[in-house]
Nanobody, 122 residues
């Protein structure tokens, strides 16, 4: 069973930045894709950013020019750099590891971390 741990969340003012980290108990190079999702209480989780084992990257349209996903296979970690944060970015952010090539980011499968809270307010 793969375990994922998110960190780096916190409280920031609008326009600020945060860098989230996700570390895995095993090699992420064995996963077809790593991705970030976020969830507000009572709403379904939404896809934010994903990166495949081949380096293909996809973003939710509203964060494309503000967020950057990256990975470090040597550290078994994936990161999400978030810039120009707005109050609409407030959510719990979750890391996902998908071992299978089938499926897509919008029907998530695989393993999940417990999440890290991001709060953007003035």
């Amino acid at each position: 069973q793969v375990q994922l741990v998110e960190s780096g969340g916190g409280s920031v003012r609008p326009g600020g930045s945060l860098r989230l980290s996700c570390t895995a108990s095993g090699s992420i190079s064995n996963m077809h894709a790593m991705a970030w999702y976020r969830q507000n209480s009572g709403n379904p989780r939404e896809f934010i950013a994903g990166i495949s084992r081949d380096g293909l990257i996809d973003y939710k349209g509203s964060v494309r020019r503000r967020f950057t996903i990256s990975r470090d296979n040597g550290k078994n970690a994936v990161y999400l750099q978030m810039n120009s944060l707005t109050t609409e970015d407030t959510a719990v952010y979750y890391c996902n590891a998908r071992p299978e090539a089938g499926g897509n980011y919008y029907r998530p499968t695989g393993f999940w971390g417990q999440g890290t809270q991001v709060t953007v307010s003035s």
